[in-house]
C-alpha cells in the first residue's frame, strides 16, 4: 500500500518561506506523477502544481506561478514544495498526491485523477 506523509507546514508572517516535503513509501516514487492541492477553509479543494515522473516537466496555478516550485528526489522517495512570498491568501491544508499509471512525460491537474492522497499538513500565513 502506498503512503504519503507531508511535513513542512506552520506559521509563518507575510512574505515568508516553507518548504513542504512529501515523503512517498509502498512504491518507488518514479513510478507516480505527484501534485499539491489545498484547501481553505469553505473552500473547495484546489490544484497548486504538478510534476512528472521524472521531474523534467512542472506546472502551476497562476496563484502560485513565480513563488512556489515544485521538486522531487526519487532517490529518497520524497516531493518537495518550496513555497516563498507567501501571502494569507495562500492559508489553507497542503495535500501532496500521487498519480500511476501515467506516461512518464505526463502530469495531472484534476484531483479525482489522483490515486494516492497525505494526510495534508496546515499552512497560515498571517499578515
Known amino acids: 500500500q502506498v503512503q504519503l506523509v507531508e511535513s513542512g507546514g506552520g506559521l509563518v508572517q507575510a512574505g515568508g518561506s516553507l518548504r513542504l516535503s512529501c515523503a512517498v513509501s509502498?512504491?518507488?516514487?518514479?513510478?507516480?506523477?505527484m501534485g499539491w492541492f489545498r484547501r481553505s477553509p469553505g473552500q473547495e479543494r484546489e490544484f497548486v502544481t504538478a510534476?512528472?515522473?521524472?521531474?523534467?516537466?512542472?506546472d502551476y496555478a497562476d496563484s502560485v506561478k513565480g513563488r512556489f516550485t515544485i521538486y522531487r528526489d526519487n532517490a529518497k522517495n520524497t516531493v518537495y514544495l518550496q513555497m516563498n512570498s507567501l501571502r494569507s491568501e495562500d492559508t489553507a491544508v497542503y495535500y501532496c498526491?500521487?498519480?500511476?499509471?501515467?506516461?512518464?512525460?505526463?502530469?495531472?491537474?484534476?484531483?479525482?485523477?489522483?490515486?494516492?492522497w497525505g494526510q495534508g499538513t496546515q499552512v497560515t500565513v498571517s499578515s
Open positions: 498526491a500521487a498519480k500511476g499509471s501515467i506516461s512518464v512525460g505526463s502530469i495531472a491537474y484534476r484531483g479525482d485523477e489522483y490515486d494516492y
Open positions: 509502498g512504491r518507488t516514487l518514479s513510478t507516480y506523477a
Open positions: 510534476i512528472n515522473r521524472s521531474g523534467a516537466t512542472t
